[in-house]
Antibody, heavy 114, light 108 residues
Framework: EVQLVESGGGLVQPGGSLRLSCAASGFTLSSYWMHWARQAPGKGPVWVSRINSDGSSARYADSVKGRFTIFRDNAKNTLYLQMNSLRVEDTAVYYC???????WGQGTLVTVSS | DIQMTQSPSSLSASVGDRVTITCQASQDIDNYLNWFQQKPGKAPKLLIYDASNLETGVPSRFSGSGSGTDFTFTISSLQPEDIATYYCQHYDNLRLFTFGPGTKVDVK
């Protein structure tokens, strides 16, 4: 059974940084492209970033480009999202998702507030 | 950028009713469209991929159709457990992804 468990969320001040992790099990992470998506309170989901299977290629939503970095450690079966220069509008539940959107983690809440 | 619109934004129907949601793209997206169901406090769940293909394990009362700019999602007989918000999602050849604004479905 595919399991994705996000961690690393929390409260951070504007301009701060956080690193999210997504521990994958039940499948071989190295075989799959992966996404991060987020959902602000009361809003719909939004795609944030994707990465290819070996980590050599990534794409980002315009809203996070230059501030967020997606990367992975296939040996540890873990996906990451490094978030810098955080803004109030980055407040959301962040999900890691398998490439074809079939499997989602439970999400981790990031709150950016002073 | 391609914009996705959904209608209606919310609806209320009776158990057993046929429910239809539409999703429109601002330009031709072929069949590059998914449909998701999201219940409160839960992650979205993929129901339909490539506009009309039912994801494994999803009840057959759910269906999708369309191509180009206009797409339809249908629940043939609404069940109480179908109360949720439904989102369409476009994906393109740049591997970028855009969700629609959502349709909230309630039972009368």
């Amino acid at each position: 059974e595919v399991q994705l468990v996000e961690s690393g969320g929390g409260l951070v001040q504007p301009g701060g940084s956080l690193r999210l992790s997504c521990a994958a099990s039940g499948f071989t992470l190295s075989s799959y492209w992966m996404h991060w998506a987020r959902q602000a309170p009361g809003k719909g989901p939004v795609w944030v970033s994707r990465i290819n299977s070996d980590g050599s290629s990534a794409r980002y939503a315009d809203s996070v480009k230059g501030r967020f970095t997606i990367f992975r450690d296939n040996a540890k079966n873990t996906l990451y999202l490094q978030m810098n220069s955080l803004r109030v509008e980055d407040t959301a539940v962040y999900y890691c998702v398998t490439w074809q959107w079939k499997d989602w983690g439970q999400g981790t809440l990031v709150t950016v507030s002073s | 950028d391609i914009q996705m619109t959904q209608s209606p934004s919310s609806l209320s129907a009776s158990v057993g009713d046929r429910v239809t949601i539409t999703c429109q793209a601002s330009q031709d997206i072929d069949n590059y469209l998914n449909w998701f169901q999201q219940k409160p406090g839960k992650a979205p769940k993929l129901l339909i991929y490539d506009a009309s293909n039912l994801e494994t394990g999803v009840p057959s009362r759910f269906s999708g159709s369309g191509s180009g700019t206009d797409f339809t999602f249908t629940i043939s007989s609404l069940q109480p457990e179908d109360i949720a918000t439904y989102y369409c999602q476009h994906y393109d050849n740049l591997r970028l992804f855009t969700f629609g604004p959502g349709t909230k479905v309630d039972v009368k």
